[in-house]
T-cell receptor
């Protein structure tokens, strides 16, 4: 049962344009969402997070939007740079359950930023 | 550098063998997680420890076990290895149970 889904395995965007990566979730208990970036042969690197009490969080070129009613979140990267080429993982956790809040990951989207 | 250290970086072993993967969390972090990433797959949660106690278990095989020691480092033991156990194994740590986790560089296990 894939509770966090990233339906686009890959995305190609031109340098300078906006990259939009999407993520859907099914578990209504999830209340904390994160994006990680992963380069080959390295561990995932935390990028940005959002709590379910917000619908937007911005950090520099990265903005995460959360639509709770649609159980959907997206990561916007503006402007996209060649160094952004990596695999992006969406993750979610249920912090309000009072138990261990393991991160449940999506399968990732490979972003390629072209010149 | 995330501050999470995993050793070894690479491991090649034969089927039926047993290996131990080691993780040192970031200084001050109390929670340790183990994830498995098979070829072109997502990150599958295996197990989580908080301050020495097991707190959550994912799809971890019975042949696998883990523990977190008093100094907060953790070990993942994989036994009776099969070809399908070949994967990247990541350790992550976080200060509390509900904050973002920081990942190590992973151990690439190859079972031949």
């Amino acid at each position: 049962d894939q509770q966090v889904k990233q339906n686009s395995p890959s995305l190609s965007v031109q340098e300078g344009r906006i990259s939009i990566l999407n993520c859907d979730y099914t578990n209504s208990m999830f209340d904390y969402f994160l994006w990680y970036k992963k380069y080959p042969a390295e561990g995932p690197t935390f990028l940005i997070s959002i709590s379910s009490i917000k619908d937007k969080n911005e950090d520099g070129r990265f903005t995460v939007f959360l639509n709770k009613s649609a159980k959907h979140l997206s990561l916007h990267i503006v402007p996209s740079q060649p160094g952004d080429s990596a695999v992006y993982f969406c993750a979610a956790s249920a912090r309000n359950t009072g138990t261990a809040s393991k991160l449940t990951f999506g399968t990732g989207t490979r972003l390629q930023v072209t010149l | 550098d995330s501050g999470v250290t995993q050793t070894p970086k690479h491991l090649i072993t034969a089927t039926g063998q047993r290996v131990t993967l080691r993780c040192s969390p970031r200084s001050g972090d109390l929670s340790v997680y183990w994830y498995q990433q098979s070829l072109d797959q997502g990150l599958q949660f295996l197990i989580q420890y908080y301050n020495g106690e097991e707190r959550a278990k994912g799809n971890i095989l019975e042949r696998f076990s883990a523990q977190q020691f008093p100094d907060l480092h953790s070990e993942l033991n994989l036994s009776s290895l099969e070809l399908g156990d070949s994967a990247l194994y990541f350790c992550a740590s976080s200060f509390l149970l509900n904050t973002e986790a920081f990942f190590g560089q992973g151990t690439r296990l190859t079972v031949v």
